[in-house]
């Protein structure tokens, strides 16, 4: 295989995990019904937290669980909100989008005051490394220069497919999202179903926004997060709304993110601004073509009132 | 009637709150506001425009605001928001922020501006002259990194990061090539620089990551860079590569600040003394004289100079020969 094809597989794969994590944080909300757009929000407070619990603590496994925590307790907010004030779902997730990044860079100050200095972690290791493999062969750097971080996202879309398409629980979770009401007449607790999807939604977008800075970069900056929540949206819906479509949508982003990099590397006519776009045309265009039809929950979006007929 | 109690309390509490800032302007001392599109603790741009305006601050017993990661949508409406606090200057870090600035500038004509990478030219677009450039020669940023990376490339593939496409980034790319190759081929060897490359912005330091590796997997050995977070993002991936390797081949030539000892692979650093240019402007701004010029920084004025050089990598031979070609660029007869 070219090097020049294998670096960008492996840098697909790289910016692809990510956003696996959000897109499934995404995928179980929206599975129970709640369209929630405040995942770049989660994803940004995880990522603070993950940072500042790795560099007190030098682990960058509790950086990632307090990510998770983190991002569960925000996500409260959006639960509370539109599951129990039965709230405009797009607009509290717009909200936790404002808010919580917003959260993040105040924290960020407190902790660290108005200081300049550049403040940076350790990061997750690698099999590679553990294992203290010298080869650079292209599938040994694919399939073991990787953070467990990434055997995770992988394990858990193969866990969320068979989850949802092979469990009764999972089929009931599904069942939360299409038709409620008829779901509650077969006894499935609608509401704590509904919890439940927050709790899983706050906690993957949190490991999410953590990854970026438990095991990929040293630094929390500001923003780092860069709009991969509005991409895990798109990935959903290029997805279908199924882990395995999910799971292509974001190699497929992260291919293109990577490929932008590297077509700036080895073409100097065209201004850069135009391979940067490549990600983003390559959304709508494949939003245009595979989001025509709708294959989401019914009652996505929509409020759940018990009481009403 | 308790939510009434609590939320007349918050708003309560907001207000008092706010109090020490209004008060902060109540006595004589003057005030500068920096707006920056990068964190001010990126380990570069960004961290080097905020202690240079501290440093400058304390000279003159001004007091500072700043305001940093803004998008670029929220430049004009940050500069307002200051403008509005009745600050005495607002320091604007960048190239990027002319457009915003001038038109603040028109807005309000009491409050002066200080442009730093701002163009010549800008200083005369605004309408009531109280814009000035502050320009480090960007020529002479490219020639000092571009030395350092000519004598200590072993591949003959130097690199270069950019934040956006401004003219002094291009500047400093083209400066950073040309003295490389001069260098180089007066060593008996040959460069090749990469086409340039752009985040998009100077936040992204995952970019930084990328850009690297995949300059590296092209055989780059010497990075210098324009990019603020994306910089300390290239960084570590070339202390990976290092490490992968056993050894430190790959470098880094750090600006605007000496960032010696920040990461293994920084070599040296190109420093920029933009304390001195902001001092220049608020004792401007004291005289009454601020506005309408363009203040230059050189490595003849000493405003621009070549940061320690880590001894631990560079041979002496090398650190002699690159102090020559310092000294040949303060003389002006560098690349002559």
Same mark, same amino acid.
């Given at each position: 295989?070219?090097?020049?094809?294998?670096?960008?597989?492996?840098?697909?794969?790289?910016?692809?995990?990510?956003?696996?994590?959000?897109?499934?944080?995404?995928?179980?909300?929206?599975?129970?019904?709640?369209?929630?757009?405040?995942?770049?929000?989660?994803?940004?407070?995880?990522?603070?937290?993950?940072?500042?619990?790795?560099?007190?603590?030098?682990?960058?496994?509790?950086?990632?669980?307090?990510?998770?925590?983190?991002?569960?307790?925000?996500?409260?907010?959006?639960?509370?909100?539109?599951?129990?004030?039965?709230?405009?779902?797009?607009?509290?997730?717009?909200?936790?989008?404002?808010?919580?990044?917003?959260?993040?860079?105040?924290?960020?100050?407190?902790?660290?005051?108005?200081?300049?200095?550049?403040?940076?972690?350790?990061?997750?290791?690698?099999?590679?490394?553990?294992?203290?493999?010298?080869?650079?062969?292209?599938?040994?750097?694919?399939?073991?220069?990787?953070?467990?971080?990434?055997?995770?996202?992988?394990?858990?879309?193969?866990?969320?497919?068979?989850?949802?398409?092979?469990?009764?629980?999972?089929?009931?979770?599904?069942?939360?999202?299409?038709?409620?009401?008829?779901?509650?007449?077969?006894?499935?607790?609608?509401?704590?179903?509904?919890?439940?999807?927050?709790?899983?939604?706050?906690?993957?977008?949190?490991?999410?926004?953590?990854?970026?800075?438990?095991?990929?970069?040293?630094?929390?900056?500001?923003?780092?997060?860069?709009?991969?929540?509005?991409?895990?949206?798109?990935?959903?819906?290029?997805?279908?709304?199924?882990?395995?479509?999910?799971?292509?949508?974001?190699?497929?982003?992260?291919?293109?993110?990577?490929?932008?990099?590297?077509?700036?590397?080895?073409?100097?006519?065209?201004?850069?601004?135009?391979?940067?776009?490549?990600?983003?045309?390559?959304?709508?265009?494949?939003?245009?073509?595979?989001?025509?039809?709708?294959?989401?929950?019914?009652?996505?979006?929509?409020?759940?009132?018990?009481?009403?007929? | 009637?308790?939510?009434?109690?609590?939320?007349?309390?918050?708003?309560?509490?907001?207000?008092?709150?706010?109090?020490?800032?209004?008060?902060?302007?109540?006595?004589?001392?003057?005030?500068?506001?920096?707006?920056?599109?990068?964190?001010?603790?990126?380990?570069?741009?960004?961290?080097?425009?905020?202690?240079?305006?501290?440093?400058?601050?304390?000279?003159?017993?001004?007091?500072?605001?700043?305001?940093?990661?803004?998008?670029?949508?929220?430049?004009?409406?940050?500069?307002?928001?200051?403008?509005?606090?009745?600050?005495?200057?607002?320091?604007?870090?960048?190239?990027?922020?002319?457009?915003?600035?001038?038109?603040?500038?028109?807005?309000?004509?009491?409050? &002066?501006?200080?442009?730093?990478? %701002?163009?010549? +030219?800008?200083?005369?677009?605004? *309408? =009531? !002259?109280?814009?000035?450039? #502050? @320009?480090?020669?960007?020529?002479?940023?490219?020639?000092?990194?571009?030395?350092?990376?000519?004598?200590?490339?072993?591949?003959?593939?130097?690199?270069?990061?950019?934040?956006?496409?401004?003219?002094?980034?291009? &500047?400093?790319?083209?400066?950073? %090539?040309?003295? +490389?190759?001069?260098?180089?081929? *007066? =060593? !008996?060897?040959?460069?090749? #620089? @990469?086409?340039?490359?752009?985040?998009?912005?100077?936040?992204?330091?995952?970019?930084?990551?990328?850009?690297?590796?995949?300059?590296?997997?092209?055989?780059?050995?010497?990075?210098?860079?324009?990019?603020?977070?994306?910089?300390?993002?290239?960084?570590?991936?070339?202390?990976?590569?290092?490490?992968?390797?056993?050894?430190?081949?790959?470098?880094?030539?750090?600006?605007?600040?000496?960032?010696?000892?920040?990461?293994?692979?920084?070599?040296?650093?190109?420093?920029?003394?933009?304390?001195?240019?902001?001092?220049?402007?608020?004792?401007?701004?004291?005289?009454?004289?601020?506005?309408?010029?363009?203040?230059?920084?050189?490595?003849?004025?000493?405003?621009?100079?070549?940061?320690?050089?880590?001894?631990?990598?560079?041979?002496?031979?090398?650190?002699?020969?690159?102090?020559?070609?310092?000294?040949?660029?303060?003389?002006?007869?560098?690349?002559?």
């Amino acid at each position: 295989m070219g090097t020049f094809l294998a670096n960008l597989i492996l840098a697909g794969v790289r910016m692809a995990s990510p956003l696996i994590f959000l897109s499934l944080a995404e995928l179980y909300s929206q599975r129970a019904g709640l369209v929630n757009i405040g995942i770049e929000g989660i994803a940004a407070i995880g990522s603070l937290t993950g940072f500042l619990v790795s560099l007190i603590t030098g682990s960058p496994l509790l950086g990632v669980l307090a990510g998770a925590a983190a991002g569960i307790l925000v996500n409260m907010i959006f639960a509370y909100a539109t599951v129990t004030l039965c709230a405009e779902q797009i607009v509290y997730g717009m909200a936790i989008n404002i808010f919580a990044p917003a959260l993040a860079a105040f924290i960020y100050r407190v902790y660290f005051g108005s200081g300049s200095e550049l403040v940076q972690a350790g990061l997750m290791g690698t099999f590679k490394n553990m294992l203290g493999i010298k080869s650079n062969h292209f599938l040994v750097n694919l399939f073991l220069d990787q953070t467990p971080m990434v055997y995770l996202a992988f394990i858990l879309v193969i866990v969320t497919a068979v989850y949802f398409t092979r469990t009764k629980s999972g089929l009931n979770y599904k069942a939360v999202g299409e038709y409620p009401k008829a779901a509650a007449t077969l006894g499935i607790n609608v509401i704590g179903i509904k919890y439940l999807s927050c709790v899983i939604c706050g906690a993957l977008a949190g490991i999410g926004g953590a990854y970026l800075t438990t095991c990929y970069s040293r630094t929390y900056v500001d923003g780092n997060i860069a709009g991969r929540g509005f991409i895990a949206l798109a990935a959903v819906i290029f997805g279908r709304w199924n882990p395995g479509g999910v799971l292509i949508a974001c190699l497929f982003f992260g291919f293109c993110d990577a490929l932008q990099i590297r077509l700036q590397l080895i073409n100097n006519t065209l201004p850069y601004q135009f391979f940067q776009m490549i990600p983003y045309v390559a959304t709508i265009v494949v939003l245009a073509i595979i989001g025509a039809k709708k294959a989401g929950p019914k009652s996505s979006g929509q409020p759940y009132r018990k009481e009403e007929r | 009637m308790n939510r009434k109690w609590i939320a007349m309390t918050l708003a309560g509490a907001m207000i008092a709150s706010m109090a020490p800032a209004f008060t902060a302007y109540a006595d004589d001392t003057r005030t500068v506001a920096m707006i920056c599109d990068s964190s001010i603790s990126d380990g570069g741009w960004g961290m080097a425009c905020y202690n240079a305006m501290i440093d400058a601050a304390e000279r003159c017993g001004w007091e500072t605001m700043y305001s940093d990661s803004i998008a670029q949508s929220a430049y004009y409406d940050t500069i307002v928001s200051y403008c509005d606090l009745d600050v005495d200057m607002i320091y604007a870090p960048g190239n990027q922020y002319t457009d915003a600035v001038l038109q603040a500038a028109e807005e309000y004509p009491d409050i &002066a501006f200080a442009l730093l990478n %701002g163009n010549e +030219a800008t200083p005369e677009k605004a *309408a =009531n !002259g109280n814009v000035s450039s #502050l @320009l480090p020669d960007a020529t002479q940023i490219g020639w000092i990194a571009g030395a350092l990376a000519g004598l200590m490339t072993e591949s003959g593939t130097i690199a270069f990061i950019g934040g956006m496409e401004l003219d002094t980034t291009l &500047a400093k790319y083209d400066g950073y %090539g040309k003295a +490389a190759a001069y260098v180089a081929e *007066a =060593n !008996g060897k040959s460069v090749t #620089l @990469l086409d340039p490359v752009y985040s998009g912005d100077f936040s992204a330091s995952d970019k930084g990551i990328e850009f690297a590796k995949a300059m590296i997997d092209q055989g780059a050995d010497v990075f210098f860079g324009d990019a603020s977070a994306v910089d300390s993002g290239a960084r570590q991936a070339i202390d990976e590569a290092n490490e992968a390797n056993g050894a430190i081949k790959i470098y880094d030539i750090a600006q605007p600040t000496d960032l010696l000892g920040q990461n293994p692979c920084v070599i040296g650093s190109q420093v920029t003394d933009n304390a001195g240019l902001i001092e220049l402007s608020m004792k401007a701004v004291e005289e009454g004289t601020f506005g309408g010029e363009t203040l230059f920084g050189t490595l003849q004025n000493g405003v621009l100079s070549a940061g320690e050089v880590n001894t631990e990598i560079v041979p002496e031979d090398v650190q002699t020969a690159y102090a020559g070609y310092i000294e040949e660029m303060k003389a002006g007869t560098f690349m002559q």
